[in-house]
């Protein structure tokens, strides 16, 4: 059996296992760790460190169900041809994207800041996302790989909630796919922006989506074992 039901708001979703995947958005070293661009701009990262425990019960979970996993890196080429000007060109000079960080490179592919923290690191096999963008969707092939594996609905989590966990969510909405999103998997910097945005997903009986937490979701997945 894979079919289960995933206790949510705005309802109750039911989901099928074997045509649901798991994304996780941009949990990189530069965004969550000590030392790391985030931290170096001002924020705590603790914050966002709150989503490592759920995200990493939610992963194992989708792993032992043999789900596709998938997982996102914002980042640009080394040379930035594909970084717009006006990205670039945004904030403190000496934090900007490809200037030498704490970690490398800022946002650049390659980079140690770059990957993906240690504790929710891709497995052979599960695809990474390398994004220009906020969005998991633009300027990359989410979409050719969720299709090819005839995916109906998405299980989101990452950081940050409001920027590039919720772009996704919207356009994986625009192009129809379901989108579950554990709240306590998600993190931001700003709490309050955190909450607003996970609000955003499921008003109006859930415009962009559903969302749960990392105990329904795994205890969802067990019902269907």
Known sequence: MSRTVVAAEPGPLEVDLDTT??????MQRDFLMPGGF?????????LLGKAVGPC??????????KMLVI????????DLSDAPRAKVERGDPSMRIGTVGPMGRILVRGEAGHDIIRELYPRDGEPVIDKPGKG?????DLHSILQNAG????????VTTEVCVHTTVREAND?????????DCCGSYFP????VGLRMIKAQGGIFGWVSDSTKVVEAFARAS
């Open 21 to 26: 995947a798991l994304v996780i958005i941009d």
């Open 38 to 46: 985030g931290e170096s701009l001002g924020n705590d990262v603790s």
């Open 56 to 65: 990493a019960r939610v992963l194992e979970a989708s792993r032992a169900r």
């Open 71 to 78: 997982h996102t890196r914002e980042g640009h080429r080394p």
């Open 136 to 140: 998991a969707f633009y300027a990359t």
């Open 151 to 158: 995916v109906e609905t998405l299980i989101v989590c990452g």
């Open 175 to 183: 192009r129809g796919y379901r989108c579950l999103v554990p709240g």
């Open 192 to 195: 309050e922006f955190h909450e």
